[in-house]
């Protein structure tokens, strides 16, 4: 089945550094993807949906200047979390539907452990 | 609003059998998804249904029924490796899905 592959799984940074998450698509062209942030013991939020060649398009309450999200192939998304605090320590799950596919395909998530 | 509740917590007994119920109410409706989360790790997917009724798929069942907004998992003959949280997901009319919180599961010996 579709796979999309998530990178890194864990990343630890410092106080007001930027960290990249990556999310790629391996056998389907994803041309929506959703990012969730999951805080310990919460469902997963929405924060945005990246659609390729477009801009995304952010939840309430989310920053886009402070997450960055970048679809600039059909097969890659990426979120940049910037200026990190560690408020914005979470795990991070990207996902990526597909219309008339019984299965929304998520990445391994990404741990990130800011302090 | 577009909302979606299930219990924050059970408990079951191994070998026993636990419904887990979800209840939705989303704009518009493409189906709903059932997923197993364990602590730290990225959702797996369990099931999809978008027709009133019930699809078995070995240990696990899932039931919708449209009309009434509602959904259950079922799990039989639990394990240990049964415990963890079941996240209940509505497709909503722009193939966005809608989570609820989770219930968490806790298997006894």
């Known amino acids: 089945g579709a796979v999309v592959s998530q990178h890194p799984s864990r990343v630890i940074c410092k106080s007001g550094t930027s960290v990249k998450i990556e999310c790629r698509s391996l056998?389907?062209?994803?041309?929506?993807m959703f990012w969730y942030r999951q805080f310990p013991k919460q469902s997963l939020m929405l924060m945005a949906t990246s659609n390729e060649g477009s801009k995304a398009t952010y939840e309430q309450g989310v920053e886009k200047d402070k997450f960055l999200i970048n679809h600039a192939s059909l097969t890659l998304s990426t979120l940049t979390v910037t200026s990190a605090h560690p408020e914005d320590s979470s795990f991070y799950i990207c996902?990526?539907?597909?219309?008339?596919?019984?299965?929304?395909?998520f990445g391994q998530g990404t741990r990130l452990t800011v302090v | 609003g577009q909302n979606i509740d299930q219990p924050t917590e059970m408990t079951a007994t191994e070998g026993a059998i636990v419904q887990i119920n979800c209840t939705y109410q989303?704009?518009?409706?493409?189906?709903l998804f059932w997923y197993q989360q364990h602590a730290g790790e990225a959702p797996t997917f369990l099931s999809y249904?978008?027709l009133d009724g019930l699809e078995e798929k070995g240990r696990f069942s899932s039931f919708l029924s449209r009309s009434k907004g509602y959904s259950y998992l079922l799990l039989k003959e639990l394990q240990m490796k049964d415990s963890a949280s079941y996240l209940c997901?509505?497709?909503?009319?722009?193939?966005?899905?809608?989570w609820g919180a989770g219930t968490k599961l806790i298997i006894k010996p």
């Open positions: 249904n978008v």
């Open positions: 997901a509505a497709v909503d009319s722009n193939y966005q899905l809608i």
């Open positions: 989303t704009s518009g409706f493409n189906g």
């Open positions: 056998d389907f062209q994803a041309t929506t």
């Open positions: 996902s990526a539907p597909r219309r008339g596919n019984r299965e929304a395909f």
